[in-house]
């Protein structure tokens, strides 16, 4: 634990620097600094971040058209894996560099603002730092909190509900995934923060839905709680192109994916004219090396699409999901399992633990609780 | 060369047999009959197919509705090798069985008709059995040539431009590829019966355009013919991905596939939001067990769709693809080179020749000139 500015990957914070209040912020560890291409390699490990304590300023400069916020709740997510490698970033997303904090999604307090759309005790959502107090740009919110909020029982379901999860979710199924009616829905790492949605809002549809996780407790949780119709232990199956024809013995028509293996099954048991919605491959996330998809000619041979995505494309049907989503919310149609941890020291442990399948339901980073 | 009937096949020809001439077909060979799952593994050997003589009668029985055919020209295309293993088969396209004639499309000329939309003499194209006659239903033929025809200059030209890989090709880069003018287009297999189309048609759409092909002879053709604004030989090349950054330095939106290890360059080298379009897998039909693709990460960061299809799901779009297509062939506008073997006893050496890229252009076997 180094004393150090909270703030200090932004130039800008220091400058305007008047108050100063103890903060704790995430970073990456400089110790992987020296040259190499992928500076994390493999399955993240604690050792690849450091919590770093500082000092920043809770006040704004006289004039600054910009935002203190301080968080709340941080979404811990696996494709924060793919910043951590700067060679493979998408290009909407900034990888993160040695020495500044993880971000990622949150929801945060307004501490001070200098914008006239924000005021002091705002509720906020967007992309923020992994510390306890950021100075974000007004561009760096997606949108105000407060009257969202009201939709929820708790910030923490209105994070887990609206923020990443829920529009990744909501574009990967409906956009990418064209579902119809009666589809036969397959999806792997079920339980998770995108997994238990795609299940509910493929039930709300119609389909027939097969959820399959890394534990007993995991698929108890799909099938009597999150209304799976049925969902296997992917752990206890030897061959998983055979536990794919037994519970789903017609064919899968749109799947949620983690890649690997899981993948080269799935395209054994695809349908014609299939869909499969690439929102995440977290198998591949952690190897340099892999075996390598095998079966990919199913695309071919039943006319199957396939297609990545980033959810930040997806922005503008924000009204159209909240209009989809909001009704089903006030009904309690859609439940949310979450997996809280708390404070900033247990974030890389909450963040790797993502890789082995620790977390049962999305996992999130309880910073502060207002 | 055993003394069979020609359309053995077929009860039904038999039972109206009248008059005989002698015929010739081709067919999956017998040896491989006993119980193996692939009849045919790995790449096709000549000895897979053997070239049956029988005898056909060529006349109708009275109040028959079906037409007897001449066939002139069959496409030799690889997707016939997924044909050849059961397993694998397109629910579009029926496999062959043992002992019958293989299929594919062709151009064929009415010898006798019993449907009143066909008379003798009619030219006529559709998938028919690789046969010097065929006893047809009339839902085989997908149109009347007589029309059609009149606009290109031979009969050899109409079949390479119109039968499968015209559509194919308009299907798979209009409709799949979603092209933009100013893409970057990078085409494998470049010179083969869909390549060089693509090529041509995303020249005239004001893509950039890079082919590979196997040979000096065909990447000459590609940049002096074709219009291509580079290409390169694959066999000179060591490293794919090197090759790709050098030759589409700023990256590739759009491609046509031979999968394999080009594909997994590829994906090394698409731009955000490309689109790959799955119309073949040529180095796939011929393994059993590959390498794999590893480099499937790309459709998720780059938010790449990769889409499979089935040129016969496009037929609707028929009238769209010769209001297209015929006047840039009555202006001169598209070139197509094609690669001619004589005679069905030549038919499995093309066919197998596809696999080595032994044939220069789209493959075509002569059966009769008329």
Not at 206 to 235: H, Q
Not at 265 to 272: E, F, H, K, W, Y
Not at 273 to 298: F, P, T
């Amino acid at each position: 634990m180094k004393k150090t500015s909270a703030l200090r990957n932004t130039e800008q914070s220091h400058q305007i620097a008047k108050e100063k209040e103890d903060g704790k912020e995430w970073r990456r560890s400089e110790e992987q600094e020296s040259g190499a291409e992928d500076i994390v390699t493999g399955c993240p490990k604690e050792s690849d971040m450091e919590v770093v304590e500082g000092s920043i300023t809770l006040k704004l400069p006289e004039g600054s058209n910009e935002v203190l916020i301080k968080n709340l709740y941080l979404s811990a997510d696996p494709y924060m894996r793919i910043l951590m490698s700067e060679r493979e970033s998408p290009q909407s997303l900034a990888s993160y560099t040695i020495g500044s904090p993880l971000a990622g999604y949150g929801v945060a307090k307004v501490v001070e603002s200098g914008h006239p759309d924000f005021k002091k005790e705002d509720l906020v959502w967007g992309i923020f730092g992994w510390d306890e107090y950021s100075l974000s740009p007004q561009h760096k919110f997606f949108s105000k909190s407060s009257t969202l909020m009201s939709h929820f029982p708790t910030i923490l379901e209105f994070l887990v509900c609206i923020c990443m999860p829920g529009m990744t979710t909501y574009a990967g199924f409906f956009e990418i995934g064209s579902p119809k009616k009666g589809d036969n829905v397959f999806i792997s790492a079920a339980s998770g923060a995108v997994g238990q949605l795609v299940g509910q809002f493929a039930k709300l549809m119609g389909c027939y839905v097969v959820g399959s996780a890394g534990s007993k407790e995991k698929v108890d949780l799909l099938k009597n709680k999150l209304g799976f119709d049925d969902a296997f232990n992917y752990k206890e199956e030897q061959d998983l192109d055979a536990a794919l024809k037994r519970y789903v013995s017609d064919g899968i028509d749109n799947f949620e994916n983690v890649g690997g293996k899981t993948l080269d099954a799935v395209l054994q048991n695809i349908r014609v004219q299939g869909r499969i919605s690439v929102c995440g491959m977290i198998s591949r996330y952690n190897v340099d090396q892999q075996e390598g998809i095998k079966n990919l000619i199913h695309l071919l041979l039943k006319e199957v699409r396939m297609e990545g995505f980033n959810v930040s494309k997806f922005y503008h049907l924000y009204p159209k999901f909240l209009e989809f989503i909001l009704p089903h919310i006030r009904e309690g149609k859609i439940m949310y399992v979450e997996d809280i941890a708390e404070g900033l020291e247990n974030g890389p442990a909450a963040l790797v633990g993502l890789f082995s399948g620790r977390n049962v339901g999305k996992q999130v980073l309880l910073v502060a609780r207002d």
